[in-house]
């Protein structure tokens, strides 16, 4: 490691912030200046834990601000670009594929006609290319233009506008020309993307036309059904890895029923549908001295296991996640307790398994914070108080970080406003720049804080992020896109269980604790609404007259015309769009392949059933 580098406990949290953007920019550029490994569990882990929800730790990690052509496009993506909730063991897969049959049967989809594919994890530079333009993935939500490549070299390979991939180089032309030079593939193609003029050896890789940008669309693939994963998820996954012919780290378990995607739908940070396998990290024993108890904004309260100190995989270990109170209390993790940990590229390790009791668990009665009362919930421990400064100072970090157009505002600013008794968002806004000096900010300092107000309010956000970031109980990202595509923002005021419930994706539990919260945080967000945010809204649009205008309509099989275009157009007529057939489904568009017993439940329940063919004559 560069020696100029401060150890991680010299370094204050804003510090170790900067740092780690820095660090992650440089290795996105292709010039680390830590490896991986100093990274990931060192570095970021003591971020999480000194603070578990700060936001660099709850977002897609950017890509680094290319040095390319002045004047470059921003490019926002259609669709988000996540990242792949992560599994390492078969026991992870199988609880995988034991969601997916439970979302199917809700959707009356048998679990022998589930599919899934398995294709290699590329371990390059994540892209996206459509309408005639590649860009990186950025932020998740807008990236750079980075089209020029294709005309240095960069070989598309599918052809133009084939959606997500990865830029990679061909791993035996890099161990065989570039490996003594560059400490990793996706080093050198990070480099060479970003670089205005081409070093000779990127120049060469282009001309010998290795460097490619393969959509996740031209991979081979394994097509297996649910018994295929629960019983052999390993041999699956080595059989697609071994024939990639670029850098990989895993593979990536998708489900191909689009019923059952839509209804699973997306966190903030993944896809429910899909998972990506990598292999068992180093496992150690070791023994746990002690148990921090963090308050999320939630108000759970999380245990963070203080262990003796162990080397594993060349970084010292000495705090591993305990997951939640219920796991604590389950396995008796108490101090002297003998336990196994795992490090599988999680931020901070995990525990895997008690091998020798200690004491017995003790699982505290108050907030470490606030110190009012905790209860357990489930297998969750609650800070009962709704005004503890942990959980204020949490949700407030959220919002900010979910909104994803406003800078400075991270743990220190926030902790600051909290400490002078500014908790609600409203509040932060109506601030001037005399105030936050007065709060002990310099003159500089607080001028930027209330020009990044200005611009948070100013420059164009989604409604559905928007929405996101008010922390609503079990309402996050991809969510609130759905719900907003039935129900215009303004009227969640007066929200119902049954309005929600009627919408594919939600269930009876987030039916009734959605609307709930929203009762509670709906004085805030009307008044942020007030402060005339500029919102780019995916409110349903003005109803129209069409022949499906106020229909409930589901569309099933295989289409000409691709799925989601359907179901957009449909929209837009004035149809709501369903995932799956019930009692109020008026119209089922069948394509190729579907199952008989869908067609025959429609016809059951009275639903019109019509081909592609049909249905395009009707709405034309």
């Known amino acids: 490691m560069n020696q100029a580098i401060k150890p991680v406990a010299e370094l204050t949290t804003e510090e170790l912030v900067n740092f780690l953007k820095a660090a992650n920019t440089s290795y996105r550029n292709g010039n680390p200046i830590i490896d991986d490994s100093t990274y990931d569990h060192i570095y970021l882990a003591e971020l999480a834990l000194r603070e578990p929800d700060h936001p660099f730790l709850n977002s897609v990690e950017p890509e680094a601000e290319l040095e390319i052509a002045a004047g470059t496009k921003k490019i926002r993506h259609v669709n988000p670009m996540l990242s792949t909730d992560k599994a390492y063991s078969q026991e992870e897969v199988t609880a995988f ?55 240095r070299g960069l070989l598309a390979l599918g052809g133009a506008n084939t959606g997500v991939g990865e830029i990679v180089i061909s791993e035996t032309y890099f161990n065989e020309n570039l490996k003594d030079q560059f400490s990793h593939p996706r080093n050198f193609v990070t480099g060479l993307i970003g670089a205005d003029n081409l070093s000779k050896e990127a120049m060469e890789a282009m001309q010998d036309k290795v460097v490619h940008f393969v959509p996740y669309s031209q991979l081979n693939n394994e097509l297996c059904n649910t018994e295929a994963l629960r019983d052999d998820v390993e041999k699956l996954c080595a059989k697609v890895e071994a024939a990639c012919e670029y850098p990989v780290d895993g593979s990536v378990i998708d489900v191909l029923n689009l019923e059952v995607r839509e209804a699973m739908g997306s966190t903030n940070h993944h896809h429910n549908w899909q998972i990506a396998k990598k292999l068992k990290g180093e496992t150690a024993v070791t023994s746990v001295e002690g148990i921090t108890w963090q308050t999320g904004r939630t108000g759970r309260i999380t245990p963070v296991l203080n262990v003796k100190t162990i080397n594993l995989s060349g970084a010292d270990i000495s705090n591993v996640t305990g997951h939640n109170a219920g796991n604590i209390k389950n396995l008796n993790v108490g101090i002297g307790a003998e336990i196994e940990i795992v490090r599988s590229g999680e931020v901070i390790p995990k525990l895997l398994g008690v091998l020798k009791e200690g004491a017995d668990a003790d699982i505290p009665l108050h907030c470490q914070t606030c110190d009012a009362p905790a209860e357990m919930e489930r297998d969750f421990l609650v800070c009962q108080n709704p005004d503890c400064s942990a959980k204020v100072e949490a949700r407030l970090l959220h919002f900010f970080n979910v909104l994803g157009n406003v800078d400075l505002f991270g ?149 000409q015309m691709p799925r989601g275009d359907m179901q957009e157009n449909a929209r837009r007529l004035g149809a709501t769009v369903q995932t799956s057939v019930n009692k109020k489904t008026q119209i089922l568009v069948i394509g190729d392949k579907v199952g008989a017993k869908k067609i025959e439940k429609a016809k059951t329940l009275g639903t019109q059933v019509l081909t592609e063919e049909d249905y395009i004559a009707l709405i034309s």
């Open 411 to 559: 743990p220190r600013t926030i902790s600051t406003l909290v400490e002078n008794n500014i908790r609600e968002l409203p509040n932060i806004y109506k601030l001037q720049a005399e105030d936050f000096e007065g709060m002990g900010f310099g003159a500089k300092q607080a001028t930027n804080l209330v020009e990044q107000l200005v611009r948070s309010r100013t420059e164009a956000v989604e409604d559905w992020r928007f929405l996101a970031a008010f922390g609503i109980d079990h309402l996050g990202r991809g969510d609130s896109r759905k719900l907003l595509r039935v129900h215009q923002l303004m009227d969640l005021k007066n929200l119902t269980p049954e309005q929600l419930i009627d919408i594919p994706g939600f269930g009876e539990i987030t039916a009734e604790s959605i609307p709930r919260s929203l009762a509670t945080r709906w004085p805030v967000i009307e008044a942020m609404l007030g402060l005339d945010f500029t919102l780019l809204s995916d409110e349903p649009v003005e109803a129209i007259e069409s022949p499906i205008s106020g229909k409930y309509i589901v569309f099933t099989g295989s289409m």
């Open 97 to 151: 594929v034991t969601r997916v049959i439970k979302f199917a049967e809700k959707l009356s989809i048998a679990e022998s006609d589930l599919r899934f594919r398995i294709t290699p994890k590329l371990d390059g530079m994540a892209a996206n290319y459509s309408r005639d333009i590649l860009a990186t993935r950025g932020n998740g939500q807008l990236g750079n233009d980075i089209s020029r490549n294709l005309e």
